[in-house]
């Protein structure tokens, strides 16, 4: 039995009551997700739930890594999809929330006025982070603030609100040497990203 392709859909649920918490005191009634199902040749399909931010990255992980092999070989599988993951430690989605709803991105999230922008930060082990928006004209603001953070998921103590003048950035998180070197120099190296831009043209 082998490994054929993968099949990501997204959708959307309406909730039996609404999400809220400090950074959003309205909340939310709907959410979104995306249906995962991993094909074989034998007709065996498996089935998750992840999240639509993620879409691009499970296919191409799949054609990358998984295409071909014995879905049985589960350790192996797991274990080179974090080794290609986890290269560097720290994994990041933006998390994204739109009026009632909310959706998470692993590269380029676009926005438009009332949006408000969180970070969710996988480490696979101890280290020192902070993270924020860097805006292409220069400004800085603060998600994340300096702290040591253990293995797992972390989401920003802080979240950025998007006001009514088009809005272009870069979300940076690292070391905090490496932060202070790209708030300096305003050159983005040696840290994770994510791109922030205005839904429409500039």
Do not use: C
């Amino acid at each position: 039995m082998k490994i054929t392709g993968v099949r990501a859909r997204p959708y959307e649920i309406q909730l039996r009551r609404r999400i809220a918490d400090a950074n959003n005191p309205i909340g939310y009634d709907r959410m979104a997700g995306l249906a995962v199902q991993l094909d074989t040749d034998a007709g065996v399909t498996g089935v998750a739930l992840s999240s639509p931010g993620v879409r691009s990255h499970i296919t191409g992980m799949v054609d990358d890594l998984l295409v071909g092999r014995d879905p049985r070989g589960v350790r192996g599988h797991w274990k080179r999809m974090m080794d290609t993951t986890f290269k560097g430690g720290v994994q990041t989605l933006v998390v994204r929330e739109r009026g009632k709803s909310q959706a998470r991105f692993a590269s380029t999230v676009r926005v438009r006025a009332g949006d408000r922008l969180r970070l969710e930060v996988a480490l696979d082990r101890e280290q020192a982070i902070l993270a924020g928006v860097l805006s292409d004209d220069g400004k800085y603001l603060e998600l994340m603030p300096q702290a040591v953070r253990g293995p797992g998921t972390h989401l920003s103590e802080r979240s950025a609100r998007v006001d009514d003048a088009p809005t272009y950035g870069t979300i940076v998180l690292g070391t905090p040497e490496a932060i202070a070197r790209v708030r300096e120099t305003k050159r983005i190296e040696g840290v994770a990203t994510l791109r922030v831009e205005w839904e429409g043209s500039r």
